[in-house]
């Protein structure tokens, strides 16, 4: 079995690179992996793609490492929270990406993603303009 322990914090962030995707747990404020993401933020990685539910609260964790500039793109449901100041500015300015997702649809990319699943389905925007130009699958008579 490969032992996966580490001595400290800064060790456990040390393999994550410029351009990584990293996942950050929690759910809205709570739960977050602040240490974690402080560490991110001392070993100075920079141009991420953060995946979590929303885009960080006041100015600590998540919200901290975007407003040093080290997320690119933020992959979320919720892009705005009662507390999001530092993403609704640089959003507007131009400065980070957004990708939005619904809630069951990032929670299925993730688990998929992490089954090794390369792709699947949903019907969630058949119909829209966001489904325009994208792939279009018909299962058992419904489109998807």
Known sequence: MIDKTVTSVA?????IHDGAVVLIGGFGSAGGPI????ALID???????????????GD???AALIKNGQVRKM????PRSSNSKVFPELYRAGKIELELVPQGTLAE???AGAAGIPAFYTP???????AE???LREFEGAPT
Do not use: F, M, Q, W
């Not at 070993?43 to 609260?57: E, Q, S």
């Not at 992959?75 to 919720?78: A, G, H, L």
């Open 11 to 15: 060790e456990a962030v040390s393999v």
């Open 35 to 38: 240490e974690l993401i402080h």
């Open 43 to 57: 070993l100075g990685v920079k141009d991420l793609t953060a995946v979590n539910n929303n885009t960080g609260n």
């Open 60 to 62: 600590v964790g998540l």
């Open 75 to 78: 992959i979320c449901s919720y």
């Open 109 to 111: 990319r993730l688990r």
């Open 124 to 130: 969630t925007a058949v119909g829209t303009p966001l």
């Open 133 to 135: 130009g994208k792939e």
